[in-house]
């Protein structure tokens, strides 16, 4: 039975908890390439979803009509709160879904899953795309200016491949 924060195991009724996550892949050999789980799952999630319109007047006669144009890609963001000692880390790691490798051939952006329990069950399907942006506020740091808290606002966008095709798409975790 789904819970806000896990899963009850029917037989012992023990709660596991669930932790949101990324996972970084490579679309083209269908490889895992890493993965990075929450220290603290998103008090909120916010999901932008639009389709773009064509707004065109009647052959005959001045009536103006819409028509479906194409779906705009799905923007998620939320904030990741981390502590401890090895917010450093956590931070780079962080990085890594944003920054391409420098040693790659191409420049293509490093592409991730989104895992979020729950919260995401309604779009049907689990976002594939990219982590466009990384907003990194150090809210505590030590003596040696190491930082010990951070809030990091993160804003993914959903690959329109990942919805149009995703019988296609397999992503091995």
């Known amino acids: 039975m789904p819970l806000d924060r896990g899963f009850q195991n029917q037989d012992t009724g023990a709660i ?21 789980v929450f220290q603290y799952n998103p008090n909120s999630v916010s999901v932008a979803i639009g389709p773009a319109y064509n707004f065109n007047t009647a052959p005959v ?11 705009e890609p799905v923007n998620i963001s939320f904030s990741l709160f981390l502590e401890g000692h090895d917010t450093q880390e956590n931070l780079r790691s962080l990085r890594s879904f944003v920054e391409s490798d420098p040693t790659a051939n191409y ?10 329990g729950n919260s995401l069950v309604w779009l049907q399907r689990v976002p594939i795309g990219v982590v466009d942006s990384l907003d990194v506020d150090i809210t505590r ?9 951070a809030t990091i606002k993160i804003k993914f966008i959903e690959s329109r491949v990942s919805s149009l095709d995703a019988g296609k798409v397999r992503v091995y975790v």
């Open 16 to 36: 596991r908890l669930e932790k949101g996550y990324f996972v970084k892949y490579d679309p083209v050999k269908r490889k895992k390439l890493g993965r990075y």
């Open 61 to 71: 006669g001045s009536t103006a009509f819409a028509q479906y144009g194409y779906s």
């Open 107 to 116: 420049a293509n952006p490093p592409m991730a899953k989104l895992l979020l």
């Open 141 to 149: 740091q030590d003596r040696r200016l190491n930082p010990l808290q």
